[in-house]
């Protein structure tokens, strides 16, 4: 009776573990379902974390070599950044630059639809930038 107790016990156990991993992992999967940005302009407003982290990191942070402090405001009285504000006016500066490099693609380089981190881009952030956050005339 001793080992059908134990056991017992074991199973209950390993059953309440596997529906805890089960459940959790629904629940990480519906909030990455959920998921979505808001103040959106140039990119696509159903873009994954994934593809809008590479974009953000690849593209802006590496091609202008700036964090991400550059184009997002501050929260007040804090060290934390509002991704939705528009209080930084390099943040508008980037959709300008952003509208401006994905037209260059389309109207010059025959890309039908280009978008922000693909790699077909032929002018990217880093054409013109070189790693500055301030592009200037090559030398």
Do not use: W
């Not at 209950?12 to 805890?20: D, K, P, Q, R």
């Not at 700036?66 to 980037?94: R, T, W």
Request: glycine residues 8%; hydrophobic residues 35%; positive net charge.
């Amino acid at each position: 009776m001793k080992k059908n107790s134990r056991n017992y016990k074991i199973f209950i156990v390993g059953g309440l573990f596997a529906f805890i991993v089960v459940a959790g992992g629904k629940a990480l999967g519906n909030k990455k379902e959920d998921d979505h940005f808001v103040n959106l302009k140039v990119l696509p407003k159903n873009i994954t974390s994934k593809d809008l982290s590479k974009i953000m990191v690849d593209d802006f942070s590496d091609g202008l070599g700036v964090s991400c402090g550059f184009c997002h405001a501050e929260i007040k009285d804090s060290h934390k950044l509002d991704y939705e504000s528009d209080a930084n006016p390099q943040k508008d500066m980037a959709r300008k630059m952003m509208k401006m490099m994905l037209k260059i693609n389309r109207q010059y380089f025959g890309l039908k639809h280009p978008m922000a981190g693909d790699s077909t881009l032929v002018v990217n952030c880093v054409s013109c930038h070189h790693g500055n956050a301030f592009p200037f005339p090559p030398q």
